[in-house]
């Protein structure tokens, strides 16, 4: 692995980020957020609307990394749970709705059964994260205390096994078929964004010169959240269990906070300092992407084209908000979309 090729030096950083989701990939701007689906019929759905803004908070330190992780939890889901029912729409036979989704429909209607299908599964998410990353490790960890009385031996044992479990997870998940496929998306939005950033045209055959690895990406974040984990857990010392989780639980905004402003500083520097910082990250990313064909690299170019601002504030709120079939440059195709005022 060429790290000269990841950290590259005449690139130019953007602020523009994205996600993978079912068949397809979330580009989000700092004006707008493009959803772009690869359809069965190879056409591609695309949904623009306007970026999501932290207001002042996005100035203050520490906090904004908190806040930013809570709303990319929410809005992640909610873009992927978008995905999936446009996928659903157009493959009904095998996106059926199971009797739950169902149910909550009789109950309290379309608009109200997708928001709390939202939010049950950011806390259904968070229960898992916090329950086996968090809790589990230091639970099984504390057996080691008739070993050991050095709150750092045994923090330093707890966060490996909270690594390896999430090592473990994240190798064995990439089994599932439509996982594999979300892993390649992952790799089209960092290919694509590599080739933004270096300043060259828009293309498949540009972007697969890249690598499917960027420091700028949230799966370092999830490892700079467990490194850093470890090092505030050892001036916590070693209470009892439930002492332990009461104060990780409480340290999670902090080191969440941290977390995010060593992600920033990764993105937009290229010393060696940076570079052994964001090792863990970069390799973890080896886990999390795979090499996208030329048709995933499509559909994530035109994620990006849709979000990249115009060059004045009078063009960019001239640029329509629209959902439903777009080219490959991210503009609607007149006849096959709708325009809409958010």
């Not at 700092?30 to 999501?52: D, E, F």
């Not at 709705?97 to 049950?120: C, M, P, Y």
């Not at 690594?163 to 939005?189: C, M, R, S, T, W």
Request: proline content about 5%.
């Amino acid at each position: 692995m060429d790290l000269n090729r990841i950290f590259l030096k005449d690139a130019c950083p953007t602020t523009i980020g994205g996600q993978a989701i079912m068949e397809g990939i979330m580009m989000r701007g700092p004006k707008r957020t493009s959803i772009a689906v690869r359809l069965p019929n190879g056409k591609i759905h695309m949904k623009t609307q306007p970026s999501q803004n932290m207001g002042v908070w996005a100035k203050v330190p520490l906090v904004r990394g908190v806040i930013a992780f809570v709303t990319s939890l929410v809005f992640g889901t909610k873009v992927l749970m978008y995905s999936a029912d446009v996928l659903e729409k157009y493959l009904p036979e095998e996106y059926q709705q199971d009797k739950f989704d169902e149910w909550i429909e009789k109950k309290v209607g379309k608009d109200r059964a997708w928001n709390i299908l939202l939010w049950l599964s950011v806390i259904i998410a968070l229960i898992f994260s916090i329950g086996v990353f968090m809790l589990l490790p230091t639970a099984v960890v504390g057996i080691f205390k008739k070993l050991t009385d050095s709150v750092i031996i045994l923090n330093l044992i707890e966060g490996l096994v909270r690594i390896g479990i999430f090592i473990g997870y994240i190798a064995i998940i990439p089994k599932l078929e439509d996982i594999n496929k979300v892993f390649q998306y992952h790799g089209a939005e960092h290919k694509t964004i590599h080739c933004f950033e270096n300043g060259l045209e828009l293309t498949p055959e540009n972007a697969q010169t890249f690598y499917t690895l960027h420091p700028r990406c949230g799966t370092s974040f999830l490892m700079f959240v467990m490194i850093i984990a470890i090092i505030v857990h050892v001036f916590m010392g070693w209470p009892n269990v439930w002492m332990r989780v009461g104060l990780r639980l409480l340290a999670l905004p902090l080191i969440a906070g941290i977390s995010y402003e060593l992600l920033k500083w990764a993105g937009r520097s290229n010393n060696k300092v940076v570079e052994i910082l964001s090792l863990p990250g970069i390799y973890l990313q080896k886990l999390t992407t795979r090499n996208p064909n030329n048709e995933q690299l499509e559909v994530a170019i035109a994620a990006m084209k849709a979000v990249i601002p115009c060059e004045t504030e009078e063009e960019e709120a001239a640029k329509p908000y629209f959902e439903g079939i777009c080219d490959l440059n991210g503009e609607p195709v007149e006849g096959e979309c709708e325009y809409y005022e958010p």
